[in-house]
């Protein structure tokens, strides 16, 4: 079966620099979620986008957007980095909103590291 | 605001025990629960969901249950495995989808 595919999987970038995460949602799936995982830490929602439209937002920085395509992939846009943005980035995807269940499915991950 | 916390933070058996993991929530209108593991660096798999509306869910050696008055849900492991080594995080979502995860428990099954 199809999972959600994050590109790329590993980036290293310096400070002040910027960088772009994109998640391919499963087929058919609609919605895409962004959290935030640092070293020993939980996942942080960071965002969430219905339709190509913002659902959620949680904690995300103002440096950072993401928007949703009409294809329904999704890019998070990270500008100005900071040393502490390094972290496990997770897209997920689930089916509509509106339906019960918002059962998600986590891609593999983008590994960001700054320095 | 949702509050998620998973006791205990470490555990440790030995093989073929059974475990139970535990989650509390602050926040009784959840719409639903979810169980992840992960293994350390890697992404998170779902295990187990259980809609608001549930008590239960059962999959192979895996149950979990959601009590809502009491803020409660739990994950029980039968016959546990050295494969099922991982950290289990438990995830709380609210009516926009989003997950308000706990710190996880390291689970480790010594063979």
């Known amino acids: 079966a199809a999972g959600v595919i994050q590109s790329p999987r590993h980036l290293i970038k310096e400070k002040r620099e910027t960088a772009t995460l994109k998640c391919y949602p499963i087929p058919r799936h609609d919605t895409v979620y962004w959290y935030q995982q640092g070293p020993g830490q939980d996942p942080q929602f960071l965002i969430s986008?219905?339709?190509?439209?913002?659902?959620d937002k949680g904690s995300i920085p103002d440096r950072f957007s993401a928007q949703q395509f009409s294809d329904y992939h999704s890019e998070l846009n990270m500008s100005s980095l900071e040393l502490g943005d390094s972290a496990l980035y997770f897209c997920?995807?689930?089916?509509?909103?509106?339906?019960?269940?918002?059962?998600?499915?986590f891609g593999p991950g983008t590994r960001l590291t700054v320095t | 605001k949702q509050e998620v916390t998973q006791i205990p933070a470490a555990l440790s058996v030995p093989e073929g025990e059974n475990l139970v993991l535990n989650c509390s929530f602050t926040?009784?209108?959840?719409?639903?629960l979810q169980w992840f593991r992960q293994d350390p660096g890697k992404g998170l798999t779902s295990l187990l969901l259980?809609?608001?509306?549930?008590r239960e869910q059962t999959s192979g050696r895996l149950n979990a249950s959601l009590d809502k008055s009491s803020g409660r849900s739990t994950l029980y492991i039968a016959a546990s495995q050295p494969g099922d080594s991982a950290t289990y995080l438990c995830?709380?979502?609210?009516?926009?989808?989003?997950?308000?995860f706990g710190q996880g428990t390291t689970l480790q099954v010594k063979p």
């Open positions: 995830a709380g979502g609210g009516n926009t989808g989003k997950l308000i």
């Open positions: 926040d009784s209108a959840i719409y639903n």
């Open positions: 986008f219905y339709e190509k439209m913002q659902s």
């Open positions: 259980i809609q608001s509306s549930q």
């Open positions: 997920a995807s689930s089916l509509e909103q509106g339906a019960s269940s918002y059962e998600q499915y």
